[in-house]
């Protein structure tokens, strides 16, 4: 594979992911920093890159690094969701507990609401902890409780997910299982219309 080409450019990626599963980060860093040094048509393919290294940044404690990796990203906001969350993190790790507040407040928005990302209660519980405000953090479990409480009860007692429309709409935010789900809903309604027709 040619050096520079896009196969060789994905190639390398996965090379920084295998040695992230063989818990060799430092090799991983040093084979994404060398990639966001080069050029690249590949948009996709060097935010996953940023994405990538701002989150080993942040496991080692280079948070500045990781918040300059995450502002770079040039997916739109609504594919973000997660981005925002971990922006969230690294701000509180820094301290700043308001500006981490702040990003957990975009989050709420509407376009971000199907995602399953429970640890956006524990962050915030963890935000009024950190300015000592204790009651708001123990409402959080409520919040918690009314946002996740009817899926989760639904997943201990077996009901199928096209019963528990809370976790059908989590699920669905996966672009592959919606696209997936909206083909089999495409192929019963074929299969109704074909039954309803007579000789």
Request: proline share 4%; glycine share 4%.
């Amino acid at each position: 594979i040619q050096p520079g080409t896009y196969y060789f450019n994905r190639y390398r990626y996965h090379q920084a992911l295998y040695h992230i599963y063989k818990n060799d980060i430092q090799a991983a860093i040093t084979i994404l920093a060398s990639m966001m040094s080069q050029p690249t048509d590949d948009g996709a393919l060097r935010d996953d890159v940023r994405q990538t290294l701002a989150r080993l940044y942040y496991e080692i404690g280079k948070f500045e690094a990781a918040e300059k990796l995450y502002q770079e990203i040039e997916t739109p906001i609504v594919d973000q969701a997660h981005h925002l969350l971990e922006r969230a993190w690294i701000h509180y790790r820094m301290g700043r507990p308001e500006t981490a507040m702040g990003y957990l407040y975009a989050f709420r928005a509407p376009a971000f609401q199907n995602f399953f990302t429970p640890e956006y209660y524990i962050l915030k519980s963890f935000i009024y902890k950190s300015v000592c405000q204790y009651e708001k953090a123990l409402e959080v479990i409520s919040e918690f409780d009314h946002h996740y409480g009817t899926a989760l009860k639904a997943i201990h007692s077996r009901t199928k997910i096209k019963n528990n429309p809370s976790l059908l709409r989590v699920v669905l935010n996966q672009k592959q299982i919606s696209a997936a789900w909206e083909f089999l809903v495409l192929l019963e309604e074929e299969h109704q219309q074909v039954a309803s027709i007579t000789d």
